[in-house]
């Protein structure tokens, strides 16, 4: 099946600098998500894109990130002045959207970007 | 708002018991997708099975079965013939339907199958 692929699958950064994770969904999908999971609890939403913008996002998705999709098949998060909270698990997803197709998983996930803010 | 809870933080058996994974879900919606996912300690999440409000009817698949109940707002999910590389975090979640479709995750059941 096709894939979702995140890169890098680890990332070590210095608080404050700024990181930004990579992601190419499926090329024929349409909706795109960010997701985070701190170690040990549960995954939560942060954003999603479609048509270009951001069409939800959630508490947690404030100033310090953003997202883009440059140049048509990548999609990227930016963490600006990442602090220590920020270390987390980070899977891209995508989705045929909007009614997240006849594919039967619906959505595909990335393998994840462990981020660890020193 | 959507919720899903799922009670069983730990599940603990010995290998070849059967075990049930509870997942109840609260939404506002009449229609809406359940699903879960496995994440083993390489920390992937694997999808395991998409099911739309629509369709009742229980699922097998191999040693996995699924049992949903709209009545009492559940999705549990039973593993057959436990076996070691069954040992993972499981996530239930939960989606609309239509428009935007952000899953809401619950915060999961750590499952040890113990050799």
């Known amino acids: 099946e096709p894939e979702v692929t995140q890169t890098p699958s680890h990332q070590v950064t210095q608080m404050g600098q700024e990181v930004i994770l990579r992601c190419v969904p499926i090329?024929?999908?349409?909706?795109f998500y960010w997701y985070r999971q701190i170690l040990g609890q549960k995954v939560e939403f942060l954003v999603s894109?479609?048509?270009?913008?951001?069409?939800?996002k959630s508490e947690i998705f404030d100033d310090q990130f953003s997202v883009e999709r440059p140049d048509g098949s990548n999609f990227t998060l930016k963490i600006r002045s990442t602090k220590l909270e920020d270390s987390a698990m980070y899977f891209c997803?995508?989705?045929?959207?909007?009614?997240?197709?006849?594919?039967?998983?619906?959505?595909?996930f990335g393998s994840g970007t462990r981020l660890t803010v020193v | 708002a959507q919720k899903v809870t799922q009670a069983q933080t730990e599940i603990s058996v010995v290998e070849k018991e059967d075990v049930t994974l509870d997942c109840v879900y609260e939404?506002?919606?009449?229609?809406?997708?359940l699903f879960w996912y496995k994440q083993p300690p390489s920390g992937e999440l694997v999808f395991l099975i998409r099911?739309?409000?629509?369709?009742?009817q229980n699922e097998i698949s191999g040693r996995y079965s699924w049992n949903f109940q709209k009545s009492t707002s559940s999705f549990n999910f039973t593993i057959t013939a436990s076996q070691v590389v069954d040992s993972a975090v499981y996530f239930c979640?939960?989606?609309?339907?239509?428009?935007?479709?952000?899953?809401?995750f619950g915060t999961g059941t750590r499952l040890t199958i113990i050799p």
């Open positions: 997803a995508s989705s045929e959207g909007p009614k997240t197709g006849t594919g039967r998983r619906g959505y595909t």
């Open positions: 979640a939960l989606s609309k339907f239509f428009g935007n479709e952000k899953l809401t």
């Open positions: 894109f479609y048509n270009n913008e951001i069409s939800e």
């Open positions: 939404t506002r919606d009449t229609t809406y997708y």
């Open positions: 090329s024929n999908h349409l909706y």
């Open positions: 099911r739309n409000s629509f369709d009742e």
